[in-house]
């Protein structure tokens, strides 16, 4: 068990950080190319996207890595199970998205030019939920390569449609090469699920009774995903009434709706990513530490479950620690560097020591999941959100720009991380 833990924890270390460079230079390629207006109409539409998606998994890929870490189900009539209810939810949620999108885009963003990204949203839903369902199968049984490597396919995928397709769409306009960001995600979804699938076991028997959905299956995946869903949701919403409370606000402040799209694109597309940047290490050592805690913690083996989330979290305070410091003294340097600007120095020293504690989040998020505490999780997220949004909209009418954001911002990561942290400390003594 220890052998596999540590080699799993290698290969998300080595993969995340593979990703995580991609994933910053699809940032930085795509922030260069549309701008800070163009990022900021993206990040208009972020949080609704944020929102669809976890609508559309529905907690279902966190349920099916338990349950097959576990392995005392028919691994593959679970899998099988789980596809149609998430079609199923997706189908709806598709239907939905081509109702709200006028109002959402008119009355709630604000801004006429995000309508046609909102629509997309509605096609990507289901191969992302495919695509992480998929994983997920890995994810149980603790075979992390597959993941790791359709990560990075996807990821480069998805950097070349914007290095090749970007430029052709944007003599159209901006509306139109955000539109085609969003689309981009099908193509490199699809690749993701097709590599993923290349590394199911040669000698996999599929039976004509595993393809038949299990209601027993279904309902157990569903109340192992329950609080995970409201949870997400929860913060999903959250994330998504963001923008809109901040742009309503703001705009009868006097705000112009330029300024307004021009800072949050500024935070949510410069500053956030960045400061955050050490969290794909606390992410790998908790995907790694899911199944090995679900399983000693069913065992009874608190001790064991203690010592390693306390090895994550020593961890990721020693990556985190002297990164935030980088942060906050030379901000300018990172700014310039991964995204060629210097907007947002001042919002990156206030952000970096608040988000050390973001860092600790993961490994005791994971913890809880994997002892079935996901309820705890659920209020955790419930907390934040409420905290989050009730100072961003009491602090938005003070005319302060954009620091009543990052105010509410630091209050949720604090609330949160406390909570969680309290919770974990009373269930593993």
């Given at each position: 068990m220890k052998e596999n833990f540590i080699k799993s924890t290698i290969i998300l270390l080595v993969g995340g950080f593979i990703t995580k460079l991609l994933g910053m230079l699809i940032k930085i390629i795509m922030s260069r190319m549309i701008g800070t207006e163009g990022l900021g109409l993206y990040m208009l539409i972020l949080p609704t996207f944020s929102l669809f998606i976890g609508l559309s998994q529905f907690g279902l890929p966190t349920a099916l890595s338990k349950l097959v870490s576990e392995d005392t189900k028919n691994n593959v009539k679970l899998f099988f199970s789980i596809i149609p209810i998430s079609l199923l939810i997706n189908g709806f949620l598709i239907i939905l998205i081509f109702l709200l999108a006028p109002f959402l885009s008119n009355n709630l963003l604000h801004n006429k030019d995000t309508y046609l990204s909102i629509i997309a949203i509605a096609l990507v839903i289901p191969f992302t939920s495919i695509s992480s369902i998929c994983r997920s199968y890995f994810f149980g049984k603790e075979k992390m390569f597959p993941?790791?490597?359709?990560?990075?396919?996807?990821?480069?995928?998805?950097?070349?449609?914007?290095?090749?397709?970007?430029?052709?769409?944007l003599p159209l306009g901006l509306k139109y090469a955000v539109l085609y960001i969003v689309l981009s995600n099908i193509v490199s979804e699809v690749t993701s699920i097709i590599i993923l699938l290349l590394f199911l076991p040669k000698n996999l028997v599929i039976k004509k009774s595993d393809l038949k959905p299990s209601n027993s299956y279904i309902r157990l995946s569903l109340a192992i995903g329950f609080y995970n869903t409201t949870g997400r949701l929860i913060g999903s919403i959250g994330y998504f009434l963001e923008p809109i409370i901040l742009s309503s606000i703001l705009l009868k402040c006097g705000y112009s709706s330029n300024f307004i799209t021009y800072e949050y694109g500024i935070l949510s597309g410069y500053v956030m990513p960045l400061v955050l940047l050490p969290s794909f290490f606390t992410l790998a050592i908790s995907q790694a530490l899911l199944p090995v805690v679900s399983k000693e913690y069913a065992k009874g083996n608190k001790k064991v479950v203690k010592r390693k989330v306390k090895q994550a979290i020593i961890i990721s305070l020693m990556i985190g620690i002297p990164v935030t410091f980088m942060f906050i003294f030379f901000p300018s340097i990172f700014l310039k560097i991964i995204y060629h600007t210097n907007e947002?120095?001042?919002?990156?020293?206030?952000l970096a020591p608040i988000c050390l504690f973001q860092y600790i989040q993961s490994p005791l998020s994971f913890c809880l999941d994997a002892i079935g505490k996901s309820k705890d999780n659920f209020i955790a997220t419930s907390i934040g959100v409420i905290i989050r949004t009730l100072f961003l909209f009491i602090l938005s009418f003070f005319k302060i720009g954009l620091w009543g954001l990052i105010i509410s911002i630091s209050l949720n990561v604090l609330a949160v991380t406390f909570y969680s942290l309290k919770k974990v400390r009373s269930y593993l003594t």
């Open positions: 993941h790791i490597v359709s990560n990075i396919i996807e990821d480069i995928v998805r950097l070349l449609l914007m290095i090749i397709g970007i430029p052709l769409v947002g120095i001042n919002y990156t020293r206030v």
